[in-house]
């Protein structure tokens, strides 16, 4: 299943028929070709995609990790104002999961309850979530020094 935050990230490269776009045409896609978003908010996109594992930066351009022309975006497709709001850890490390994983987010979140239940409830969920990330081969990585820092209350 891809989400939203998958279609909007691909569409600059399907509309553009390319595989990779430097930042500044990928943010000047989603704000003024497509007209969905503020730059600030394409930003945002932006780094939500590279988190997601959705893009990657590459040689000063942004390539997504996916052939753009096998991608079916539905037909009158806009973004919602959820894609804007402030994600958490664990929304992001759920993202990642979903992006890389292959599996959707139903799934993930009974898995992470799963291996809340299995420990006995004694692990948080950013954590069970880092640990179902892994079991999956997503690397959440860029994710774990805020779960860390946030569950020990040290820093790394």
Known sequence: MMDELFFVVASPFKNNATTSLSIK????????????????QASKVRDQG??????????GELVLNMDASSIDIPAGFK???????????????????????????REV???INQKQETLGGLLDAEVAALLV???????AGSLFNDVYERVSGMSV
């Open 79 to 105: 973004p919602s104002s959820d894609l804007f709001r402030e994600k958490g850890t664990i929304d992001m490390i759920m993202d990642t999961i979903v992006s890389n994983g292959g599996i959707d987010k």
């Open 50 to 59: 590279i988190m997601s594992g959705i893009l990657k930066f590459d040689e």
């Open 133 to 139: 990330a892994h079991e999956l081969g997503c690397d």
């Open 25 to 40: 045409d990928f943010e000047f896609s989603l704000s003024f070709d497509l007209k969905w978003m503020s730059p600030a």
């Open 109 to 111: 979140v009974s898995r």
